[in-house]
């Protein structure tokens, strides 16, 4: 089903369970984010049932679990930097990057104005 413009559920499902349970309005900035990056989002993982969430070694308090964090395929430094001026612009304050992908979650009940590495 499609979501937005560039998104569709299958993106975010975990495929434990084939379940999945973003919040819309994290999709929704998201979407904002995509258009403000005018590159391609690759979706490595939206949603996450505790099991795929413990498998790959996700935090216990993973906002995954939630439907409030996507991690997003980066491969090289430019792509990095342009999916994270986009997704800074589109009003997201939490922000992880690693060397092949791009962490971001809107979890409110979390520290904000952060960036981390992994």
């Known amino acids: 089903m499609q979501l937005?413009?560039?998104?569709?559920?299958?993106?975010?499902?975990?495929?434990?369970?084939?379940?999945?349970?973003?919040?819309?309005?994290?999709?929704?900035k998201l979407q904002t984010a995509r258009q403000a990056a005018d590159i391609p989002f690759h979706i490595n993982s939206g949603w996450r049932c505790q099991n795929r969430n413990k498998k790959v070694g996700g935090a216990e308090n993973s906002s995954h679990l939630t439907g409030h964090a996507a991690d997003i395929r980066a491969t090289d430094s430019q792509?990095?930097?342009?999916?994270?001026?986009?997704?800074?612009?589109?009003?997201?304050?939490?922000?992880?990057?690693?060397?092949t992908f791009i962490h971001v979650?809107?979890?409110?009940?979390k520290t904000q104005r952060v960036m981390w590495l992994y």
């Open 4 to 28: 937005t413009r560039n998104f569709t559920d299958g993106e975010f499902k975990c495929p434990c369970c084939d379940k999945e349970k973003m919040s819309r309005d994290f999709i929704a």
């Open 105 to 109: 979650d809107d979890d409110a009940g």
């Open 79 to 99: 792509k990095r930097f342009a999916i994270v001026n986009a997704l800074r612009k589109a009003g997201f304050e939490r922000i992880g990057v690693a060397k």
